[in-house]
Nanobody, 121 residues
């Protein structure tokens, strides 16, 4: 069984920065694609960033330039660098990963437990 554990959330003032991490632990798997989502109160969970096994990244236009996703394949870890944070970035941030078990023919998606990010004005 693979577990995703996030860290790095917290409280910051507007204009500040935070770096989130998410590490996958378990045996006999590889991570193909990583995702970060955020879920603000009263809103739907939205995609923040993705990164493929080849390190191609994608962001919604509203976040491009402020958020950067990166990965360390050897450590099975993904990062989300968030700069110029705004109060509207306040949300629970979730990582997710498309995982492939050794010998399996398809990926399965696993989710982290979420980490709170609060941006004050």
């Amino acid at each position: 069984q693979v577990q995703l554990v996030e860290s790095g959330g917290g409280s910051v003032q507007a204009g500040g920065s935070l770096r989130l991490s998410c590490a996958a632990s378990g045996n006999n798997f590889r991570v193909n694609r990583w995702y970060w989502h955020h879920h603000a109160p009263g809103k739907q969970r939205d995609l923040v960033a993705t990164i493929t096994s080849g390190c191609s990244t994608n962001y919604p236009d509203s976040l491009r330039g402020r958020f950067t996703i990166s990965r360390d394949t050897a450590k099975n870890t993904v990062y989300l660098q968030m700069n110029s944070l705004k109060p509207e970035d306040t949300a629970v941030y979730y990582c997710a990963a498309d995982l492939r078990s050794i010998g399996a023919s398809a990926d399965f998606r696993s989710w982290g437990q979420g980490t709170q990010v609060t941006v004050s004005s």
